[in-house]
């Protein structure tokens, strides 16, 4: 079994910081990916940021020079550091772990989180 326990959502105004955690527990793989998935109502859930466990990172267009996602693989927690907020990235928004039990395996496990809502607004 894989938990996913999400905090630091809440209220901000424009321009203002948050910083998301995530901690994972259970059966952890050392291969792996965590990242953050944001989903607003009536639309679809994208990709915000995501980071390996090797160190790699990748961002969404829309985040990119603003947000910073990273990681303590001893600690298995991934954070995203979120600054200069504007209202479109209010949404709630979901750690992610992909994991594979080898480098060479064909099939990858997916959690999600509960979700932390984060609302950017004056």
């Known amino acids: 079994q894989v938990q996913l326990v999400e905090s630091g959502g809440g209220l901000v105004q424009p321009g203002g910081s948050l910083r998301l955690s995530c901690a994972a527990s259970?059966?952890?793989?050392?291969?792996?990916?965590m990242g953050w998935y944001r989903q607003a109502p009536g639309k679809q859930r994208e990709l915000v940021a995501a980071?390996?466990?090797?160190?790699?990172?990748n961002y969404a267009d829309s985040v990119k020079g603003r947000f910073t996602i990273s990681r303590d693989n001893a600690k298995n927690t991934v954070s995203l550091q979120m600054n200069s907020l504007t209202p479109e990235d209010t949404a709630v928004y979901y750690c992610?772990?992909?994991?594979?039990?080898?480098?060479?395996?064909?099939?990858?496990?997916?959690?999600w989180g509960q979700g932390t809502q984060v609302t950017v607004s004056s």
């Open positions: 992610n772990l992909r994991q594979r039990r080898t480098q060479g395996s064909n099939f990858a496990y997916e959690y």
């Open positions: 259970g059966s952890i793989f050392s291969i792996n990916a």
């Open positions: 980071i390996t466990s090797g160190g790699s990172t």
